[in-house]
């Protein structure tokens, strides 16, 4: 099933906050899936177009430390804002927010980024039903349990995750990161949950990993906070991608068979992405939907339930890439 809400987004511009709106990759993709001769009559039977916003604050602090979670609803969410949002420059002065212009309070973003979340989490017990749910949202990878980085406020894949397995929803699952970038976020959040792994397959070199490893102190940049599995592609390597990540996957199951994986499929690989920092990695279009086909296919082969997520993809063409996995899983479902 697909589930998609259009109203579950941020408007960051009613903040006053000036990042361009993406609804058209996802716009785009749900007019294309619709317009199918084939899944168009029969929307009712792969469309999920709403989900229960049951999130809150106490589902945050699993995943957050307490003083983070207690700043993004109190005094310090301006401050928690313009970090994850790369609102200030280096000279300190605002960039890309003007708060003259805001029409809405900041803590509405936290509501707004909570139904995101809230999506997130409904992916799970769907796939459990079904064997596989894919929520066209979602993904904030990079957000780590202290801060928020690379846009990612709060980190809804391990929210969702874990409450799902305080709720007793699963005992063991996987994370199998897709994005270009590396679920930095994720792997320091799940490094204390040896029931959940998580695995990146990512840009071996870019951003979040072209800062130093170490900083001055001596401490760890949390972006390289050692993950569970983590496959470093090279530009140059796209070809290699989908091999690597089915050795990987075959090599974890040897650990033993998961009852969940979460897939966060980012689109970014592709080589029409807008992105400045993925132009390093430059899949074509067949090898994205390959590489789709391949991860769907392992695990519906084994029986193990697959709980999607969007993830990034940035600019004029990242639908395509959504719509041919959907197109191609959707019917393949209901046939
Ligand atoms: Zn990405």
Redesign the pocket.
């Known amino acids: 099933m697909l589930i998609y809400n259009p109203d579950a987004k941020i408007s960051f511009q009613r903040y006053g906050i000036q990042i361009p709106s993406l609804d058209s990759r996802k716009t785009n993709t749900m007019k294309a899936l619709r317009e199918d001769p084939e899944l168009g009559p029969r929307e009712g039977e792969w469309l999920i177009s709403d989900f229960p916003r049951i999130l809150g604050r106490e589902d945050l602090e699993r995943a957050h430390t307490s003083e983070y979670t207690g700043s993004l609803y109190g005094e310090g969410l301006e401050a928690a804002l313009l970090a994850a949002y790369e609102l200030v420059d280096e000279k300190g002065n605002y960039n890309r927010y003007e708060p003259e212009n805001a029409e809405k309070l900041l803590a509405g973003i936290v509501e707004d980024v909570m139904n995101i979340v809230s999506g997130s989490y409904a992916v799970i017990p769907e796939a459990l039903k079904s064997g596989f749910a894919y929520f066209l949202g979602g993904g904030m ?1 990079h957000a780590h349990p202290g801060f928020g980085h690379g846009f990612c406020l709060v980190n809804d894949i391990c929210i969702a995750l874990l409450r799902a397995r305080e709720e007793g929803l699963f005992h063991k699952a996987w994370i199998v990161d897709i ?3 590396r679920g930095d976020g994720t792997a320091e959040i799940m490094a204390d949950h040896d029931d959940i792994t998580a695995l990146s397959i990512h840009m071996a070199k870019g951003w979040p990993l072209d800062s130093p490893q170490y900083r001055e102190d001596g401490s760890l940049n949390p972006s390289w906070f050692p993950g569970d599995r983590d496959i470093l592609i090279e530009s140059g390597e796209e070809a290699l991608y989908t091999d690597r990540l089915m050795d990987a996957l075959k090599e974890m199951e040897k650990e033993g068979t998961p009852d969940l994986v979460f897939v966060v499929g ?1 689109v ?1 690989p592709y080589e029409k992405d807008e ?1 400045p920092s ?1 132009s390093v990695l430059n899949m074509t279009k067949e090898q994205m939907l390959e590489r789709d086909q391949r991860l769907y296919s392992f695990l519906e082969e084994r029986s193990i339930p697959s709980a999607w997520v969007a ?3 940035y600019g004029a063409s990242s639908w395509e890439i959504h719509t041919q996995f959907l197109k191609w899983v959707l019917k393949k479902r209901l046939s």
């Open positions: 990878h994005d270009a970038h980012g970014d992105l993925t993830a990034g993809g």
